[in-house]
């Protein structure tokens, strides 16, 4: 009985191994027309300002390249603003050769965070000070004495809406 009880366990167990080496291989199936993808994209650009229009709000941003080390440094001398044996300021140069002001919405859960709008008695930025859409809306007026236009910003897009406004902090 014992030799019949291991004949049984050995077949089970190798039954159970054939199955469980076998996969049923998906085939990729594409989205349809009416699906979407999760997109995702982020960027460096200049805030322009922001515009209501039909209940929603969008940024206006040109886009810039955010350059650091060598590539600032070979791309400010492809644009003659640098010599070979000369330094980068601060190792840093926004590049904006395609001046071209775009307008995207502003997710309704947007998050807003800026580096150097406050400071404490020792002149210390508060960095990543999170605040409403209505103070970047107001930030952003030509009517403030201190506006952030043309001040550079990392935004974070999803499904063509931003959803993170970040300012970027220069030395």
Do not use: W
């Not at 209501?52 to 600032?72: C, P, Y």
């Not at 580096?115 to 000070?129: F, I, K």
């Not at 209505?134 to 952030?148: D, G, P, Q, V, W």
């Amino acid at each position: 009985m014992a030799f019949t009880m291991k004949k049984f366990y050995s077949a089970f167990i190798l039954i159970i191994i054939l199955f469980a080496c076998t996969q049923e291989v998906k085939e990729n199936i594409p989205l349809q027309q009416n699906q979407s993808q999760n997109q995702i994209d982020s960027f460096f650009c200049y805030a322009k300002g922001i515009l209501s229009n039909q209940e929603k709000l969008e940024l206006q941003f040109d886009k810039v390249d955010f350059l650091f080390s060598e590539k600032a440094k070979e791309a400010m001398i492809e644009d003659g603003l640098l010599e070979e044996d000369e330094f980068i300021p601060n190792d840093i140069y926004i590049r904006n050769k395609d001046q071209k002001v775009e307008e995207l919405e502003i997710d309704e859960n947007v998050k807003i965070f800026m580096q150097t709008l406050t400071y404490d008695d020792y002149g210390n930025y508060h960095a990543n000070e999170e605040i409403t859409i209505n103070k970047l809306i107001e930030l952003l007026s030509k009517s403030t004495e201190r506006n952030y236009i043309n001040f550079p910003f990392f935004i974070k897009t999803s499904n063509n809406k931003i959803t993170l406004i970040k300012e970027q902090y220069l030395p």
